[in-house]
Each structure stands twice: as structure tokens, then as C-alpha cells.
């Protein structure tokens, strides 16, 4: 890495980290560096420590051993709230969307840790609670129509085709105007008309200044939208470069194909 990450070139670094699960290394020694106002896509074989980094970075596990650096801060020990709070969130490969909620309701959820206004003006709402929750729905409105649900607001959740759900899970991660997103698989499941819906999202949020790692593998969502791809394998940094220079890198194909593979396909 050529630049550190307070000279407003990255927005996130991860340096030689790494983390062990008993005698397991499931990320060793990588090191990463995410551009502000970017795609960075983390691909890899099954197993290859995506999630797990991903993880790193939410602070749901905690570094055996690096250093990570979120803006001109160390947040190695910081806990998964004290990052939230500094503008890191994330999605999950699983939904966890509340099935019986409304798609509005599920999107507010998002912002509702942010309110000001105590137990007692919501017991007698207050002018500040009615003021409040006036604007957290109207954020959430837009958010939804951002992604493209504003007619499903008040649908509930549980009945939403799985395309909208995704989308829905995505507009409640980013209610809060995160600056970095983390999103994992958010187009697992998905048919090629959903994913390219996915992919558009997720385009127009680093549009609107937010970063996003992406762990993803729908392979066309990751060409289409990653600026720069980091590459994992065994848990370690396989390649890095653009979605051109991934695609043509003999490494990368190795490790997706493996050699015997490639041997049969040049025999074929």
C-alpha cells in the first residue's frame, strides 16, 4: 500500500491482519486498502476468508493479530457499536428482516438508535418525539424510494418477493447514511434481472459518497460494478486490481479452476 489512510486517498486499510479460530487461520496476513467513494469487491472460492475479513472489519470478530484503520483512527479494539457509530454497517448473507413489520417500519428500525428523544416524550408525545419520528419517516421514505420501493412501504416484509426483500435489507442498511458499507452477498438467490437491479443499487450509493466492500458471487455483479477487486484464497491476498486486470490474472483463474481444469479444457 502506497498511501496511508488519513491522506484522503483510503478510507479503509487492514494491515497484515489476520485471524486464527483454534488451529484454523482463516485470514492470514492480508493486507487491504479501500478507496473512499468506492466498489471494493472481495472474491474468492468458497472458503477463502471473505466473510470472515468482512467480519474483521464489522467487529464481530476480533483481529488475532494487524491493525485496522477506519479514516485517520485506529479501530482495532473498537467494539461492532463503536464502529456503527463511527458510519460502518452492513448486511448479512441471511435476511434478517422482522417478517411482520412493514417494509417502512423494517427501513426505520435504522434510524431509531439515533433518536434523541427519551422514554417519557414518546410515553407523552412530546413536540421533540412527534418531531422526530416525522422525520425518520420521511427518510425512510426517501431511502425506499431511492432503492426503488417506494410503492411497497407499507407492505409487509415477510410477503415481499425475495428480489425486494434484498433491496429492502439494503435500504434499511443505509438509512442511517453510513460512510462505508458492508454488504455480503446481497445478490445471493438472485435471477440475472434481480441482480442487475442489485448492482444498479448499489452503483448509485457510491455515487451518493458512500463506500461499499462487496462480497459477492454473482460474478456479473462484481465486474459490473467493483472499481477494484482484492482477490482471497486460502485466506490469504491472492491478487488486487481492477475487474479487468482480475479477470486476466493466471493466478485468479488457477485458484477458480485449479489446473486439472484448465489442462481438460485445453484438451477439449
Same mark, same amino acid.
Given at each position: 500500500m502506497s498511501a496511508s489512510a488519513d491522506d484522503g486517498g483510503w478510507l479503509l486499510e487492514a494491515r497484515s491482519v489476520s485471524r486464527r479460530f483454534g488451529g484454523l487461520l482463516a485470514v492470514d496476513a492480508v493486507d487491504l486498502a479501500v478507496r473512499r467513494a468506492s466498489v471494493h469487491g472481495l472474491i474468492g472460492p468458497n472458503g477463502a476468508g471473505k466473510t470472515t475479513l468482512l467480519n474483521l472489519v464489522a467487529g464481530v470478530y476480533r483481529v488475532s493479530s494487524g491493525a485496522l484503520r477506519f479514516g485517520a483512527r485506529?479501530?482495532?479494539q473498537h467494539s461492532t457499536a463503536k464502529r456503527a457509530r463511527a458510519g460502518i454497517r452492513r448486511?448479512?448473507?441471511?435476511?434478517?428482516l422482522f417478517g411482520e413489520m412493514t417494509a417502512l417500519e423494517n427501513v426505520a428500525i435504522g434510524l431509531h438508535a439515533q433518536m434523541r428523544a427519551g422514554f417519557f416524550d414518546a410515553v407523552l408525545s412530546t413536540p421533540r418525539h412527534r418531531r422526530e419520528e416525522r422525520s425518520i419517516r420521511d427518510r425512510?421514505?426517501?431511502?425506499?424510494?431511492?432503492?426503488?420501493?417506494a410503492g411497497l412501504a407499507h407492505a409487509r416484509a415477510g410477503a415481499l418477493a425475495y428480489g425486494h426483500r434484498r433491496l429492502l435489507e439494503i435500504a434499511r442498511a443505509i438509512v442511517a447514511r453510513p460512510t462505508l458499507l458492508l454488504l455480503d452477498e446481497p445478490?445471493?438467490?438472485?435471477n440475472v434481472t434481480e441482480a442487475a437491479h442489485v448492482s444498479e443499487l448499489i452503483a448509485r450509493i457510491r455515487d451518493d459518497g458512500t463506500t461499499v466492500i462487496?462480497? %459477492? #458471487? #454473482?460474478?456479473d455483479v462484481v465486474m459490473r460494478v467493483c472499481d %477494484?477487486?482484492?482477490v482471497l484464497n486460502y485466506g490469504r491476498r491472492l491478487a488486487h486490481g481492477t475487474p479487468a486486470q482480475i479477470q486476466e490474472d493466471p493466478g485468479v483463474i488457477e485458484a477458480y479452476l485449479g489446473r486439472s481444469g484448465e489442462n481438460e479444457s485445453a484438451q477439449a
Open positions: 485506529d479501530i482495532t448486511t448479512f448473507q441471511n435476511l434478517k425512510s421514505m426517501a431511502v425506499l424510494q431511492f432503492a426503488g420501493l445478490a445471493a438467490g438472485l462487496l462480497v %459477492e #458471487h #454473482h460474478m %477494484e477487486i482484492t
